[in-house]
């Protein structure tokens, strides 16, 4: 497939996000071309919820430093509900769907903040021909679907905004390896109908297989970046994600 990436959709220039007295993102920049997937890998604790977390405006008073720009609008500092209206979306790690309401329902709360009737029902069309099975399960609790359909359901349930930009975090987590590689060709297929992703994923091979840009956060800061392809056989990738060993023992863990 080829891969056209346009324009920067969103620009994170220098940001500095903290808990407390706890920093966790360091002097992060970086861009997401428009209609491009953009893979951000990195250990437990290395900052990557934690940066789709300040980029949606959840973490209160975030970023302490540094600038983040959607489409030429500065969003730091934005209402969480006022960044959604402006074209985006997130898929929570743990999906966090409503158990006890329908998929149907789910869905419809994924678009409640919509006001075109006639684009959230093309939307809907459009959400079923992604997930068929869906559209089989609509009176069926989500809290009842496998898995793998309620990750299905939480992706569906963020693109009935209709957003601009979708924000991942950890979609294969929990996932047998049949619907890890099912779940990737339906975030390409989005990706293919105009959506900008940013990706958050502990499978490193399979989110490079899929991306244009990838980036490495270790410690809060950006260590490594560039053309997805670029590092997928990465030897510093290998070692600062993977675990496995290039450096010399003296030089430190890595981790």
Request: without cysteine.
């Amino acid at each position: 497939m080829d891969k056209n990436p346009g324009q920067p959709l969103l620009a994170l220039d220098r940001v500095e996000t903290f808990y407390g007295p706890l920093q966790a993102l360091r002097g992060v920049s970086l861009t997401v071309a428009e209609g491009a997937i953009t893979a951000i890998l990195g250990n437990n604790g290395a900052g990557k919820s934690t940066l789709l977390s300040t980029i949606l405006g959840v973490l209160d008073g975030q970023p302490r430093q540094g600038s983040i720009e959607f489409d030429g609008l500065a969003i730091d500092g934005m209402a969480t509900e006022k960044i959604v209206r402006a074209g985006i979306s997130y898929v929570p790690e743990g999906r966090r769907l409503f158990p006890e309401l329908s998929v149907s329902q789910n869905l419809t709360v994924g678009g409640y903040i919509r006001r075109d009737r006639a684009a959230t029902r093309r939307t809907l069309e459009q959400v079923y021909e992604f997930f068929p099975l869906l559209s089989e399960r609509l009176s069926q609790p989500a809290g009842t679907l496998s898995g793998g359909e309620q990750q299905m359901l939480a992706i569906a349930r963020a693109l009935m905004n209709g957003p601009r930009l979708l924000l991942l975090d950890e979609p294969s987590l929990g996932l047998a390896p049949i619907l890890v590689r099912q779940v990737f060709d339906i975030i390409q297929g989005i990706r293919d109908e105009g959506v900008t992703i940013l990706l958050v994923e502990q499978n490193a091979r399979m989110a490079l297989s899929i991306a244009d840009e990838g980036l490495v956060l270790e410690n809060g800061s950006v260590v490594i970046q560039g053309p997805a392809a670029d590092l997928i056989d990465n030897d510093e990738v290998e070692a600062l994600y993977m675990g496995v060993q290039t450096r010399s023992p003296q030089s430190g863990s890595g981790t």
